[in-house]
């Protein structure tokens, strides 16, 4: 069971807006820096954004983070075929010295 | 553009220890600012990190695998290398090499492929 809540999936037809929460805690996404992952179909994980909101060079404005409290978000506006995928918020936890932690991960399916 | 790619075995016996490598191109794992790191994601299932290792600032383990790792550099090939002892099935996954920003704040980029590493006999 992982240390990160999110929902197991999600769904939207092409250009809705989608939600996915991390829900977490105060040795983890409370005081430490969350990052979220992309994994499509058959390929490794890709960094999505980093730093709670930040995006790599080459990842569209579609894709929003956000951090409240113990709770981190990612907001795709505008739905894409092509963001059928598996999506991973990633933080650092203090409880037990310092480690990464993920979350469960959940499957976005595009209707 | 920095690439890593896992080598190693992709059957490991019950009871026996599991060896990767990842080669590390376009980067130096020599560079004092990354960690360089494994994740693994049993088939089906969610990703787990397994552990990182920097050239000049040690390692750090998963604690839940720390009694049956162990994670080395080797600046001379810019390679660096994951043991885990005593596998058993539940070890059986996708192993992914990545780069590490930085520990306790950074993120994991890029990533490996991913090579599959079944426990079986």
């Known amino acids: 069971q992982s240390v990160l809540t999110q929902p197991p999936s999600v769904s939207a037809a092409p250009g809705q807006r989608v939600t996915i929460s991390c829900s977490g805690g105060?040795?983890?996404?409370?005081?430490?820096?969350v990052s979220w992952y992309q994994q499509l179909p058959g390929t490794a994980p890709k960094v999505l954004l980093y730093?709670?909101?930040k995006r790599p060079s080459g990842i569209p404005n579609r894709f929003l983070g956000s951090k409240f409290g113990a709770s981190a978000t990612l907001v795709i506006t505008a739905v894409e075929t092509g963001d059928e995928a598996h999506y991973y918020c990633a933080t650092w936890d203090n409880s037990l010295g310092v480690e990464v932690v993920f979350g469960g991960g959940t499957k976005l399916t595009v209707l | 553009q920095v690439q890593l790619q896992e080598s190693g075995p992709g059957l490991v016996k019950p009871s026996e220890t599991l060896s990767l490598t990842c080669t590390v191109s376009?980067?130096?794992?020599?560079?004092?600012?990354?960690?360089w790191s494994w994740i693994r994601q049993p088939p089906g299932k969610g990703l787990e990190w397994i552990g990182s290792?920097?050239?000049?600032?040690?390692?750090y383990y998963n604690p839940s695998l720390k009694s049956r790792i162990t994670m080395s550099v080797d600046t001379s090939k810019d390679q660096f290398s994951l043991k885990l002892t005593s596998v058993t099935a539940a070890d059986t996954a996708v192993y992914y090499c990545?780069?590490?920003?930085?520990?306790?704040?950074?993120?994991?980029?890029?990533w490996g492929q991913g090579t599959l590493v079944t426990v079986s006999s």
């Open positions: 290792v920097s050239n000049t600032a040690g390692t």
């Open positions: 990545a780069r590490l920003s930085g520990f306790s704040w950074g993120w994991f980029d890029p």
């Open positions: 730093e709670n909101d």
């Open positions: 376009d980067d130096s794992v020599s560079r004092a600012s990354y960690y």
């Open positions: 105060t040795s983890n996404i409370r005081n430490n820096l």
